[in-house]
Structures are given as structure tokens and as C-alpha cells.
């Protein structure tokens, strides 16, 4: 390789690891903004679910219609994917667990439907003939509270009137900067016990919000006095968690989602970099050989002019 060649390299290396450093800090933004976003819910979560907790065994509770199992015929699942790539094994990961999910449940596509969210989820599984009931983008970024509610009102509308019997959603739960897991968590019918799993992973297990998990390890449990009566909290209080479930899931997954690609992207800067100085040995080895090969070429003409002469 001449001398040009492997400086126009170099120059096309640096220029790739400053696009990559660019992108490892925007995402790094972006986790955290998620974090933060996701652990501002808390509070509200915790205060609702020890309400209900405190009615769970009423008979109220029991019948509400978001709590009411009934023989499995159709199953509704909502993926939650990415809408750009660049982000490592994060997507790869969220198909392998999803179809593990599947074969786990015994879930075809006779019997089940799909809501994805995500370009990445969508356009994969349309390709395959599974059925979309609706899709939604542009929620990597920032997704706020009140786009969630049309899709968890569709999603209990669904549910109530008979056309899925159970609702699960898949998604990739934010751990640490490093670890990130695939769950399948089920929606609906609601249960408590579910619902407390959701709220206890609110804060990661380590890192900057770490520490707010212990504040999470005991629920208490209250005596309330309910006005005007439980029925009416119930009808308000149990589609607010449902609700907060799917944001929160969203949240977990955009955090994991820009966690995973800051990693990728910190991975390429090195890899450019290690690439950046083996390329600049290369160059210098070429230089001193060219510079060297030049100064033989001029001491043999000299040798031979003295012989000449």
C-alpha cells in the first residue's frame, strides 16, 4: 500500500471514530433522560398499588373486568423494539427471547396477534405473516405519558370485549449500563403480585439511581378510608397501573435501547482507534522505508560517480 493510500485510511478511520464518540455521548444523554423519566412515575406507582393491595381480597376487586381471567383462546403481544439500528445485539436479542417466548406459550400465528412498537419489530414480522393489530414509531427518543394512553386504551378495549383473552408485552429491561434483560411480563388480566414486579424494577440495580431501589423492597400496606367507595377507586386506580405498566416498559426499553448502543458505538471508537494507530505504525514503517530506499538510491549514485571519475 502506497503512502497516500494509508493516509487517506487514517484520515477516513479518525473522521469514523469522531462520528462514533459523537454517538456514544448522545446516547449516554439519552439513557439517563430515560432513567430519569421512568423513576418519576414512582412515586404515584407505589401510592397506587398500596391502595389496591389494601383491597385486594375484596370481592370489588376480584370482579373488576381488567382482573378477569377466563379461559385462553387468543393472545395479544406487544413487542417493544428499536427504530434504528446501530446498537449492538440489542435487537437480535429482543427476536431470540420473543420466539423463545412464543414457543414457551405455544403462541402461532393462528392464535396470536401482534401490536409492535418500533420500526425494527414491525418490519420484521410483517415480512413473516404474523398479524399486526397496530404499530407505532418515533418512541426511542422520547415518548411522552399521553401518547402511551391511546394504545393502552385500545389495548383494554381489546381485552374487555372478548377479542384477546390475555395480554402479554416483551421488552428489554434496563439492569445496569452493561446488563440489560428481555422479559415477558403479562398485562392482563391484571394482577398485584405483577404489577409490584413492574414498580420494584423501576430502579436499576446499579448506577446513578441504584439507591432508590430499597426504598422499594417493602410495600407497606395501609388501612384506607375510600370516598365515595372502593368500586370507584378500583375503576380508576387499576387502569392507571395498567397504563403506567406499558409506559414504564417503553421507558426500560428506550434506556436499554441507547445503553446498548452507547456501548456499541464506545466498542467501535476503540476498535477505530486501535485501527487509527496500527495504520499510523504502518505509515511511518512505509515513510522510513521510502526515506531510506531514497537515501541508498542517492549514496549508490554518488559510489558510482566517484568511480567514474
Known amino acids: 500500500m502506497s503512502l497516500k493510500a494509508v493516509k487517506n485510511k487514517i484520515k477516513s478511520i479518525d473522521k469514523t471514530r469522531q462520528v462514533t464518540k459523537a454517538m456514544e455521548a448522545v446516547s449516554a444523554v439519552k439513557m439517563r433522560k430515560s432513567q430519569a423519566i421512568a423513576l418519576s412515575t414512582r412515586p404515584y406507582a407505589r401510592a397506587a398499588l398500596g391502595i389496591l393491595r389494601s383491597i385486594s381480597g375484596s370481592i370489588e376487586a376480584l370482579q373488576h373486568p381488567l382482573m378477569t381471567a377466563?379461559?385462553?383462546?387468543?393472545?395479544?403481544?406487544?413487542?417493544?423494539?428499536?427504530?434504528?439500528?446501530?446498537?449492538?445485539?440489542?435487537?437480535?436479542?429482543?427476536?431470540?427471547?420473543?420466539?423463545?417466548?412464543?414457543?414457551?406459550?405455544?403462541?402461532?400465528?393462528?392464535?396470536?396477534?401482534?401490536i409492535c412498537i418500533?420500526?425494527?419489530?414491525?418490519?420484521?414480522?410483517?415480512?413473516?405473516g404474523w398479524t399486526i393489530l397496530a404499530h407505532h414509531e418515533h418512541w426511542s427518543d422520547h415518548v411522552d405519558f399521553r401518547a402511551v394512553e391511546p394504545l393502552a386504551e385500545e389495548v383494554k378495549e381489546l381485552f374487555v370485549s372478548g377479542a384477546y383473552d390475555e395480554v402479554f408485552i416483551v421488552y428489554t429491561n434496563f439492569l445496569s449500563t452493561l446488563k440489560q434483560l428481555v422479559y415477558a411480563r403479562q398485562l392482563l388480566p391484571v394482577a398485584f403480585d405483577r404489577v409490584e414486579e413492574v414498580i420494584r424494577g423501576i430502579a436499576p440495580e446499579k448506577g446513578k439511581f441504584s439507591e432508590l431501589r430499597k426504598d422499594l423492597e417493602h410495600l407497606p400496606i395501609r388501612e384506607y378510608s375510600f370516598e365515595p367507595d372502593p368500586e370507584t377507586i378500583l375503576s380508576e386506580l387499576i387502569p392507571a397501573l395498567f397504563n403506567i405498566q406499558i409506559y414504564h416498559s417503553v421507558l426500560e426499553a428506550n434506556a436499554s435501547e441507547h445503553s446498548a448502543r452507547m456501548i456499541a458505538m464506545k466498542n467501535a471508537s476503540d476498535s477505530a482507534g486501535d485501527i487509527s494507530r496500527a495504520l499510523k505504525l504502518r505509515f511511518n514503517k512505509v515513510r522510513q522505508s521510502a526515506i531510506t530506499r531514497e537515501v541508498s538510491e542517492i549514496v549508490g549514485g554518488m559510489e558510482s560517480m566517484k568511480i567514474i571519475d
Not at 439500528?85 to 396477534?113: P, V
Not at 418500533?118 to 413473516?128: I, L, M, Q, T, V
Request: glycine fraction near 8%; include cysteine.
Open 70 to 114: 377466563r379461559p385462553v383462546k387468543k393472545t395479544c403481544v406487544i413487542v417493544v423494539s428499536a427504530d434504528k439500528g446501530l446498537a449492538g445485539s440489542y435487537g437480535s436479542a429482543l427476536l431470540k427471547q420473543t420466539y423463545r417466548f412464543f414457543t414457551e406459550r405455544k403462541l402461532t400465528q393462528e392464535n396470536t396477534a401482534l
Open 118 to 128: 418500533g420500526k425494527k419489530a414491525n418490519e420484521h414480522f410483517a415480512k413473516r
